[in-house]
Every structure is written in C-alpha cells, then in structure tokens.
C-alpha cells in the first residue's frame, strides 16, 4: 500500500466522540437527564479523575462502569480511536488543563480529532442560586468576625434603610441599582433567617452582656419560604382553588378576610405598625377602615396634624399613596433648591 493509500485509510477511521458530562451541584446527585444516562450505559468508557464526584455513588447504582483516572487531551483523543465513545465527568471546577489541551489539539491541525459534546447532565431550576446564597451567607455566619456577631436586633435598622433604598431605585427607574437593591433586601432576609437558626434569645443581648429575654424557637430559611408559600396559595383560592375573583378590589377584599381570620384580629386597625412614617400610617388606618366597612368620622383639632390626616385619608380614598406623593414633591423640591444654588441635579 503506497504512503498516499495508508493516509486515505487512517483518515477515513471513525475518531470516535468525547463527551464532557456536566452537573449542577444546585440539583440533587443521581438526578440526570435522559440523555446523559443513555449516554452513559452506551459508551466505551466513563472516566473520572475525583473519587469523591458526587455522582459516582448513582452510576455504580446504575452499574455504570466508571474510571478513576485523569486523562490528558492526547490519552483522550487516543482512547476514542476507533470510533469509540468516551465520557469525562468534570469535578465541579471543571477541568481547564483537559479543555485547554483539547483546544490546542483541534487548534493545531495535525491531530485528527474527535467530535467534542458539552452534554448538561442536569440544569438548574429558576431560584437555584438562592442556594448558593444561602450557603455563603452560612460562612460568613460562622467565619466572619462581624456578621457572627449580629442580631435580629442590631440588624433592624438595616432592613429599613434597605428598604428606603430599594424605594428610591423603583422612583429613579435604575433597573441596575434595583437590582441591587433587590439583593440588599434579600440578604436582610437570609442574614435573619441564619441568625433565627440558633435560637437566639428573643430579647437578645443586651449592652451588659446578660441575656434580655426567653430563648426563642429555632427556625431556617426553608421554614421562613414554606410559611410564606402556605400563605400565597390559602390567600389565592382564585388561583389555586375555586374561588372566583374579576377585580383587584377583588382579590384585596378577600386578602382582608382571610387575614382577619387568620390573625382572629378583633380591630382592623390589629397589625397596623404605629412606628412607620406618619403619612403612610395615617393612610393605612383609612384603608383598614373604609375596606372593613367602619363608619367613623376623622377627628377634628387644631394643628397641622389633623390637617395632614386629614389630606392623608383623601389621597387613600382616590388611590393615591400619599407617601409616594409627597416625596415625589419634594424630590422636586430639592431638584429647585440645587439649581437655584447652581449645582444642578444630584447623579441618579
């Protein structure tokens, strides 16, 4: 056979296909999709250069013959001669050495390579990077110097800041900064959820050191998720029951209700916190009342209080949130008192 003759021969060889299997670790080991586990029984070899891959256990299960080795790029390229299949599962890092010399190979042009699959054995669902968070913010609980030592109530005034914040980034139309202040308010949430799993006293410490109250009941995040999808779905029927809702007005009269029941509040003013703006407090009072039906007139003094009552109940009864209102007025405001004092306009 002349030289020209064995070169047809060697090319027209089957080079055989490298599959580079990988796996979220958001999702539970031994959960693949179809075509991973048809891929997996019908390859030549599966290799695995960690012994402790999380998915090792499911595949032996499975009598899924798996490797122990870490293969470089040529051993791979030689082991697929032949039109086999080989199958590489990456350690959660993945494998830049492999991927990297696999690219130099198929870069070079002397190496007659095999067709290279990314195959996703499984994927992460929407919400699966809450769980990430929730196991960052576990150690930075238990590692970092000051957030091990924060309480429900030395955090408080955080959640109130983040709040105002997350407000300002809706009124400016930032969609980066509410972004970020969407996140800001969910570390608030997490950051009181892993305090609440150690059970810490309900009156927490005080200055003196000693303990200021009873301990409290331990709770996780995944308690604080599951009350709030039981209250979603019972506060929905229309969605997920039979009841029947046309209207927003609708839906609001029946979350009234069923809060009323479920709280067994004996005023519509029960729930109502005092220590919120005054505006917004004032408003909420005449929701709750014009909503639950209590016939009662505004009260009449002197001062600009009553005044702001007053205007407060009458921007709530025409829709309007007089809170909103008013710091839309005096953004305004402050935008006139910069330019008069030439400074222009604050950076968004």
């Not at 299960?61 to 086999?84: F, N, P």
């Not at 927003?248 to 005092?274: C, F, L, N």
């Amino acid at each position: 056979m002349t030289d020209h003759s064995q070169s047809t021969a060697a090319a027209a060889e089957p080079t055989g296909r490298i599959v580079l299997l990988t796996t979220s670790h958001r999702v539970a080991p031994g959960v693949l999709s179809w075509p991973a586990w048809q891929t997996l029984h019908a390859a030549d070899r599966v290799l695995c250069a960690d012994p402790g891959h999380p998915q090792l256990p499911y595949l032996r299960e499975a009598g899924v013959e798996v490797e122990h080795t870490a293969a470089d790029a040529h051993e791979l390229v030689a082991a697929c001669a032949g039109g086999r299949t080989v199958v590489v599962l990456p350690g959660g890092e993945g494998d830049q050495r492999l991927t990297d010399g696999l690219a130099r190979l198929a870069g070079s042009g002397r190496v007659s390579m095999p067709d290279l699959e990314l195959l996703p054995g499984s994927y992460d669902l929407p919400g699966a990077r809450l769980l990430d968070l929730v196991q960052v913010m576990d150690r930075v609980r238990r590692e970092c110097p000051w957030t091990s030592r924060q309480t429900h109530r030395g955090l408080a005034k955080y959640a109130i800041e983040e709040a105002y914040e997350l407000v300002e980034a809706i009124e400016d139309g930032d969609r980066e900064e509410l972004r970020e202040e969407l996140g800001d308010v969910l570390l608030q949430v997490v950051f009181h959820a892993r305090i609440a799993e150690e059970g810490i006293p309900a009156g927490e410490d005080g200055e003196d050191g000693e303990d200021d109250g009873e301990a409290l009941g331990a709770f996780s995040i995944d308690d604080v998720a599951g009350a709030l999808v039981q209250k979603l779905i019972h506060r929905h029927p229309h969605v997920f029951g039979d009841a029947q809702a046309e209207t927003p007005e609708d839906v609001h009269a029946h979350w009234q209700r069923t809060k009323a029941v479920e709280k067994r509040r004996e005023s519509v003013t029960d729930g109502v916190p005092v220590g919120q703006p005054g505006l917004a407090l004032a408003a909420k009072l005449a929701g709750r009342a014009r909503a639950g039906g209590v016939a009662v007139e505004l009260p009449r003094g002197e001062g600009i209080g009553y005044e702001l009552l007053e205007l407060a109940a009458r921007a709530e009864a025409e829709g309007v949130d007089p809170e909103t209102a008013l710091r839309a007025a005096a953004r305004v405001y402050r935008d006139a008192i910069r330019a008069a004092e030439g400074v222009g306009a604050p950076a968004r």
